[in-house]
């Protein structure tokens, strides 16, 4: 249906866009060339099939020729395979279903994931190299000051909601916790093997 | 629809002989070849190349297949085939108009596109090629120019092979009321306007509209494919029925 085609259009034209800013993707697409890959969102019906020739990444809603490898993930799942060392985690977890070639895969999520490109060469024609060189230092400092606020933001409120709102325990709590439920079990047990010769 | 006594058939909203309607269709399309793709852009706000894309995604087209791409005009169709045939299959860009082939050949090569297409001036209703070639043929917003459709889909059918399917892309009839008055209103008035001004040419664009109302609807067409022999033939109404695609295959 239309919806499905603008939202591979929007799809193919912001891959090849991306793609085509990294100076170093051209390896990886002739070595993909000719490949398919299909991708399953379990929030999404359409399937995507991302068809790839002659360096430029074509996206489909349905495509019946042989694809070269089959993904079944949610939306969570397909952010977290830029991690290469979860893969073998996530399908033991369930959450994502390969089938075919996972070399293609591999190389699939390499292009997207390892993009290398250099903002302050794209916007240098426009602004000038030195207006460009300082845009960039100035986003990668911004990027990086959310980064750690975000990391101390995280610990904070865990501390906030731990020792102050008292809303979670500690993991000694939870061992101590842990602890009590065992004894608790041995003691049922007792109990029960007690009844049970004393019935006899 | 053409009238065999008198010998005419519909140019628009006018009559004209069946034997001046073809040339009289090229003259529509060598003015309006140079800025066909910038009009098509505006006139359909971009939403054409969705419909395209719908197309494609139901072609079912495959690496080392055969393609035809009849009054395949500027080649929109052919680029994505050839990249998905590949190197082993085949696309011909066929169009009855030199000056849209001419112009489709000069877009593809710019976009790289030339190890595995072929460029042939043809009329659909007699198609210059063997039976049973074609894995695939598609018209796209070609069909309601064709002087007699029904020969046209005979001459198709001929040249599929079996197991080979049609695609028919073509403005139709919208399914919805009000939005059948908005595209009149939007078609008849503003369309011939913006053909002056950006392609300085207002008849061609008020054929266009008038060629559209008299193009065969949705079941009607479905019915001529049937007719010309295609099985398991269907459409999908696209942004509201104001373009339709039909399906058919041969077996």
């Known amino acids: 249906m239309p919806f499905s085609s603008l939202v591979c259009a929007g799809i193919e034209t912001t891959i090849n866009k991306l793609v085509s800013l990294d100076k170093n993707s051209a390896s990886l697409l002739d070595t993909l060339d000719g490949k398919v890959v299909h991708i399953k969102l379990n929030e999404y019906k359409e399937p995507l099939y991302f068809y790839i020739a002659s360096r430029r990444i074509d996206v489909f809603s349905n495509y019946e020729g042989d694809v070269s490898v089959t993904l079944t993930l949610g939306i969570d799942t397909l952010i977290a395979l830029k991690n290469k060392q979860s893969i073998s985690e996530l399908i033991k977890q369930d959450k994502l279903i390969i089938d075919g070639d996972i070399k293609v895969l591999q190389q699939f999520s390499d292009l997207l994931t390892t993009l290398d490109i250099d903002w302050a060469e794209i916007i240098s024609p426009y602004t000038g190299d030195v207006l460009a060189h300082r845009i960039s230092q100035q986003a990668k400092k911004i990027n990086g000051a959310i980064q750690t606020q975000g990391q101390s933001a995280k610990v904070h409120f865990g501390d906030y909601i731990k020792h102050e709102a008292k809303l979670t325990i500690s993991p000694l709590e939870f061992l101590h916790f842990c602890d009590q439920i065992e004894s608790l079990t041995t003691r049922v047990d007792q109990l029960s093997a007690a009844i049970t010769t004393l019935e006899n | ?251």
């Open chain 2, 1 to 251: 629809m053409s009238n065999n006594e008198n010998q005419t058939t519909h140019f628009g909203y006018e009559q004209v002989d069946v034997k001046e309607k073809a040339s009289k269709v090229a003259e529509v399309f060598h003015s309006v070849a140079a800025k066909y793709d910038v009009m098509n852009d505006l006139m359909s706000f971009g939403v054409h190349r969705l419909w395209k894309r719908f197309a494609i995604d139901c072609s079912g087209v495959r690496p080392g297949q055969k393609v035809l791409d009849l009054a395949g005009g500027t080649g929109d169709l052919t680029a994505k085939f050839s990249r998905i045939v590949g190197k082993e299959g085949q696309v011909i860009l066929a169009d009855i108009n030199d000056s849209m082939l001419k112009v489709g050949r000069d877009k593809l090569r710019d976009l790289g596109v030339v190890s595995n297409v072929e460029y042939v001036q043809a009329n659909a209703q007699a198609l210059p090629f063997p039976e049973n070639t074609f894995d695939l043929v598609t018209i796209a917003f070609g069909l309601r120019n064709v002087t007699d459709k029904d020969e046209a889909l005979r001459s198709i059918y001929r040249v599929l092979k079996p197991g080979g399917r049609l695609l028919v892309l073509e403005f139709s009839k919208p399914s919805n009321e009000l939005l059948s008055k908005a595209y009149d209103m939007y078609s008849f008035n503003l369309l011939p306007s913006m053909g002056k001004i950006i392609a300085n040419d207002s008849e061609s664009y008020k054929y266009l509209a008038e060629s559209i109302r008299m193009h065969p609807d949705q079941e009607t067409l479905k019915g001529m494919m049937d007719t010309a022999g295609f099985e398991q033939t269907q459409y999908y109404n696209l942004t509201g029925g104001i373009v339709a695609l039909h399906r058919g295959y041969k077996f």
